[in-house]
């Protein structure tokens, strides 16, 4: 990954979560190149230690960085308001706060009713939510209960991914 040019960085809380956002990468209209996955802080306080320890400086010496906090909200939606004030105010609209409102095993038990999660392997649910956000379709999966209160901030992030992180489909 080159530091200088447009780039995510994704951390995830834990291993379901890193699950999800390989899955993302391996869909064929992800740039891969554009889009790493950090290894798991273990926690969502850690994400946010690790963020502020590691990250913010990094963000600041390379202005073309983004990150995605990959966390579960364990069914509140105060912890994501919490993850955003912990961000300093000039990274604010370089970093995305996103997450299953449980747990992300939870999504596993919804494949009946998404035929394109496939088996309901996490791998598979992330190729899923890439192939809906390159199709600017929001209402997919990520409209289920479990995701939809991402809404917001998944419509912040395609604007100012989709130019560098998807691939063009339908290239004549």
Same mark, same amino acid.
């Given at each position: 990954?080159?530091?200088?040019?447009?780039?995510?960085?994704?951390?995830?809380?834990?291993?379901?979560?890193?699950?999800?956002?390989?899955?993302?990468?391996?869909?064929?209209?992800?740039?891969?190149?554009?889009? =790493?996955?950090?290894?798991?802080?273990?926690?969502?306080?850690?994400?946010?230690? !690790?963020?502020?320890?590691? =990250?913010?400086?990094?963000?600041?010496?390379?202005?073309?960085?983004?990150?995605?906090?990959?966390?579960?909200?364990?069914?509140?939606?105060?912890?994501?308001?919490?993850?955003?004030? =912990?961000?300093?105010?000039?990274?604010?609209?370089?970093?995305?706060?996103?997450?299953?409102?449980?747990?992300?095993?939870?999504?596993?038990?919804?494949?009946?009713?998404?035929?394109?999660?496939?088996?309901?392997?996490?791998? =598979?649910?992330?190729?899923?939510?890439?192939?809906?956000?390159?199709?600017?379709?929001?209402?997919?999966?990520?409209?289920?209960? !479990?995701?939809?209160?991402?809404?917001?901030? !998944?419509?912040?992030?395609?604007?100012?991914?989709?130019?560098?992180?998807?691939?063009?489909?339908?290239?004549?």
């Amino acid at each position: 990954m080159n530091n200088y040019q447009s780039h995510v960085l994704v951390l995830p809380e834990d291993d379901a979560n890193r699950q999800i956002a390989n899955g993302f990468i391996l869909n064929s209209n992800v740039n891969e190149p554009a889009i =790493q996955v950090l290894p798991i802080a273990n926690g969502w306080g850690k994400v946010v230690a !690790l963020f502020k320890k590691n =990250q913010v400086s990094e963000m600041r010496k390379f202005p073309k960085r983004m990150m995605v906090l990959l966390i579960d909200f364990d069914g509140t939606g105060e912890r994501g308001s919490y993850v955003k004030s =912990q961000i300093p105010e000039d990274l604010q609209d370089r970093v995305f706060i996103l997450g299953v409102l449980s747990d992300p095993e939870d999504l596993k038990r919804i494949k009946k009713k998404f035929e394109s999660i496939g088996t309901g392997k996490l791998e =598979q649910i992330g190729e899923t939510l890439a192939n809906d956000c390159s199709n600017n379709n929001t209402n997919g999966l990520w409209g289920h209960d !479990l995701l939809k209160h991402n809404k917001t901030e !998944l419509a912040r992030m395609i604007l100012s991914v989709k130019p560098f992180l998807f691939n063009k489909v339908n290239e004549e």
